[in-house]
Nanobody, 125 residues
Framework: HVQLVESGGGLVQPGGSLRLFCAGS????????IGWFRQAPGKEREGVSC????????YYVDSVKGRFTISRDSTKNLVYLQMNDLKPEDTAIYYC??????????????????WGRGTQVTVSS
């Protein structure tokens, strides 16, 4: 049974950091493109970052460049999203997703075949 589980969310003050975890169950994350998406109340789900299956290329939405870093831990079958200098506008439910494409995309939810249930990130003082 293929399953993605996110964890690591929570409440943090502006300027703080969080590390999100995406764990794969029933499949090997290294064999998939992995994307992180987020959805704030009343807004569309948007792509935040992704890491490709084929060459490890990474992509970020402009609003998080220089603050967020995506990485893989093959030994633990995990993908991380390190989030630094968090801002109130980063508040959202964060989802990880896995897709078959060689090159990942943050522009298309349709590029992903499996989704986790999300983890809440709240940035507030």
């Amino acid at each position: 049974h293929v399953q993605l589980v996110e964890s690591g969310g929570g409440l943090v003050q502006p300027g703080g950091s969080l590390r999100l975890f995406c764990a794969g169950s029933g499949f090997t994350l290294d064999l998939y493109a992995i994307g992180w998406f987020r959805q704030a109340p009343g807004k569309e789900r948007e792509g935040v970052s992704c890491i490709s299956r084929s060459d490890g290329s990474k992509y970020y939405v402009d609003s998080v460049k220089g603050r967020f870093t995506i990485s893989r831990d093959s030994t633990k079958n995990l993908v991380y999203l390190q989030m630094n200098d968090l801002k109130p506008e980063d508040t959202a439910i964060y989802y990880c997703a896995a897709g078959f494409r060689a090159i990942c995309s943050i522009g298309s939810k349709d590029a992903y075949n499996y989704w986790g249930r999300g983890t809440q990130v709240t940035v507030s003082s």
